[in-house]
């Protein structure tokens, strides 16, 4: 039988949700650096608060928010094996959306957009 009062072990199953999240996502991203993962608990579960450089917010939404509920269904898959409810708030960054720079020829920026508009 376990011994309740094991807090190594009971510290390692706490700490798995977000690590996982850390590493999935920074794998995504193209600044890993800038990826901050807080963690919360309260009596409605775990919430797990993302934090990351603007530029990559497209790639951690992906299209339609794909890429997000896919996540999302990841941790809380992990959460269930460790006996918790996890989720996971993706935090906006501050000044709403950036767009990402393009840098492959024939593609149009939207500053030539712009100026086509009569």
Do not use: C, W, Y
Not at 5 to 26: H, S, Y
Not at 73 to 91: C, D, M, T
Request: glycine share 8%.
């Amino acid at each position: 039988m376990e011994n309740p009062f094991n807090t190594k072990r009971k510290m390692v199953k706490v700490i798995a949700d977000q690590d996982f999240l850390e590493f999935l996502i920074k794998a995504l991203v193209d600044h890993p650096e800038d990826v901050k993962v807080d963690r919360r608990v309260d009596e409605m579960g775990v919430l797990l608060s993302l934090k990351l450089n603007p530029e990559d917010m497209g790639q951690i939404i992906g299209r339609g928010g794909a890429t997000a509920r896919s996540i999302r269904s990841l941790v809380r898959i992990v959460g269930l094996k460790n006996h918790a409810r996890v989720n996971l708030k993706i935090e906006e960054p501050e000044g709403g959306r950036v767009p990402r720079q393009r840098t492959q020829e024939g593609e149009v920026s939207s500053a030539s957009l712009e100026d086509l508009k009569l």
